[in-house]
T-cell receptor, first 113, second 115 residues
Framework: EAQVTQNPRYLITVTGKKLTVTCSQN?????MSWYRQDPGLGLRQIYY???????DKGDVPEGYKVSRKEKRNFPLILESPSPNQTSLYFC????????????FGPGTRLTVT | AQKITQTQPGMFVQEKEAVTLDCTYD???????LFWYKQPSSGEMIFLIY??????QNATEGRYSLNFQKARKSANLVISASQLGDSAMYFC????????????FGKGITLSVRP
């Protein structure tokens, strides 16, 4: 089954404690992206990757890091989380041919206290 | 830069009736795609329908259709024969060709279906 998986699905942590949210896709997609969703703001892109070892900032990259060492994996790293990073996070992937849909992971609800 | 505008407040519809969710967009790129996603209370993003900027006909997927008016830059979602399970948040999004194929989202519309 074609899918994007994220872990964990829910996470409560404290300010400053480093965390990683994993993302993996099994569709051999070149493009992967992280979004955060906040009430009244829709989804905003954090980082994206066009292929292995190729990453770039999206609209709201501050406080986040990513890496793309393998085509299937695109982890999101919060080196020193702060309460304003409390949000719902989505990983997505797609092919780079055409203008087709992005496949979304199930989301990760992060709370930083 | 691309922009998606969804300005309707929360929408209500009676079960079995049709409803239209509005979306306007702005881009200078001639090649783009328009998407609608559904987000139920469980949180996942469910792809509903896609319309390409060069498509001659409006897209349809089961009970969903997209009323694409290119000159007006609108891409309204029409849901026919609403069901209780259609109650959710609905997002319109756009994607253009280029170095970052990101989706630009609107702020969403909440739809509530009344029995």
């Amino acid at each position: 089954e074609a899918q994007v998986t994220q872990n964990p699905r829910y996470l409560i942590t404290v300010t400053g404690k480093k965390l990683t949210v994993t993302c993996s896709q099994n569709m051999n997609h070149e493009y992967m992206s992280w979004y955060r969703q906040d009430p009244g703001l829709g989804l905003r892109q954090i980082y994206y990757s066009m292929n292995v070892e190729v990453t770039d900032k999206g609209d709201v990259p501050e406080g986040y890091k990513v890496s793309r060492k393998e085509k299937r994996n695109f982890p999101l790293i919060l080196e020193s989380p702060s309460p304003n990073q409390t949000s719902l996070y989505f990983c997505a992937s797609s092919s780079l041919t055409g203008l087709y849909e992005q496949y979304f992971g199930p989301g990760t609800r992060l709370t930083v206290t | 830069a691309q922009k998606i505008t969804q300005t309707q407040p929360g929408m209500f519809v009676q079960e079995k009736e049709a409803v239209t969710l509005d979306c306007t967009y702005d881009t200078s790129d001639p090649s783009y795609g328009l998407f609608w996603y559904k987000q139920p209370s469980s949180g996942e993003m469910i792809f509903l329908i896609y319309q390409g900027s060069y498509d001659q006909q409006n897209a349809t997927e089961g009970r969903y259709s997209l009323n694409f008016q290119k000159a007006r830059k609108s891409a309204n979602l029409v849901i026919s024969a609403s069901q209780l399970g259609d109650s959710a948040m609905y997002f319109c999004a756009m994607r253009v060709t280029g170095a970052n194929s990101k989706l630009t989202f609107g702020k969403g519309i909440t739809l509530s279906v009344r029995p």
